[in-house]
T-cell receptor, first 114, second 117 residues
Framework: AQSVTQPDIHITVSEGASLELRCNYS??????LFWYVQSPGQGLQLLLK??????LVQGIKGFEAEFKRSQSSFNLRKPSVHWSDAAEYFC????????????FGAGTRLFVKA | GAVVSQHPSWVICKSGTSVKIECRSL??????MFWYRQFPKKSLMLMAT?????????EQGVEKDKFLINHASLTLSTLTVTSAHPEDSSFYIC?????????????FGPGTRLTVL
């Protein structure tokens, strides 16, 4: 069955510090992986996606993620966090099976302290 | 980029009434759309897949008679919450994949916040 696990419910980092949000997935075929960000009361914004090729993908707002098939992981990173990055982050998986459905992880709430 | 709109953005209704939420793909056609429900401080739960010209496919545990889905055209899907009750209060989000784009390039609507009194 398809599933996504984000083990950290919330994370607090200092502004300017580096960030890594963890994501593990379970998928029976080649996964397509996504990271979305959601600010309070807002819709979802796609940060980056992985379909194939280079396992290190660059996204918007200075985010990047690395696909590691052996670990079934797709962790999100940012070298220097800004206060405006405080939001909810969702990892998601989809694929050719399951009718193109996207399954979301539980989300990680990022708090940024001054 | 592709745009998906939802209407209304928020709605308050009395218990027992029905509420219709529209999801439109504004600049592309979508034979499939997805409806999600998000509880406060929770993740998105896929409710159903809306298929143009055929019946929607519901996820396990979702009441199809409660959440009626109609995909009337290639740019419009509607979700009707029938006989709404306070426990139906939630944030409903739709998404649509754009044909010809990278697989599952899902474009999400801004969401509709439903409050049932």
């Amino acid at each position: 069955a398809q599933s996504v696990t984000q083990p950290d419910i919330h994370i607090t980092v200092s502004e300017g510090a580096s960030l890594e949000l963890r994501c593990n997935y379970s998928y029976g075929a080649t996964p397509y992986l996504f990271w979305y960000v959601q600010s309070p009361g807002q819709g979802l914004q796609l940060l980056l996606k992985y379909f194939s090729g280079d396992t290190l993908v660059q996204g918007i707002k200075g985010f990047e993620a690395e696909f590691k098939r052996s670990q079934s992981s797709f962790n999100l990173r940012k070298p220097s966090v800004h206060w405006s990055d405080a939001a909810e982050y969702f990892c998601a998986v989809g694929g050719d099976t399951g009718g193109f459905k996207t399954i979301f992880g539980a989300g990680t709430r990022l708090f940024v302290k001054a | 980029g592709a745009v998906v709109s939802q209407h209304p953005s928020w709605v308050i209704c009395k218990s027992g009434t029905s509420v219709k939420i529209e999801c439109r793909s504004l600049d592309f056609q979508a034979t499939t759309m997805f409806w999600y429900r998000q509880f406060p401080k929770k993740s998105l739960m896929l409710m159903a897949t809306s298929n143009e010209g055929s019946k929607a496919t519901y996820e396990q545990g979702v009441e199809k008679d409660k959440f009626l889905i109609n995909h009337a055209s290639l740019t419009l899907s509607t979700l009707t919450v029938t006989s709404a009750h306070p426990e139906d209060s939630s944030f409903y989000i739709c998404s649509a994949p754009r044909s010809g784009s990278s697989y599952n390039e899902q474009f999400f609507g801004p969401g509709t916040r439903l409050t049932v009194l």
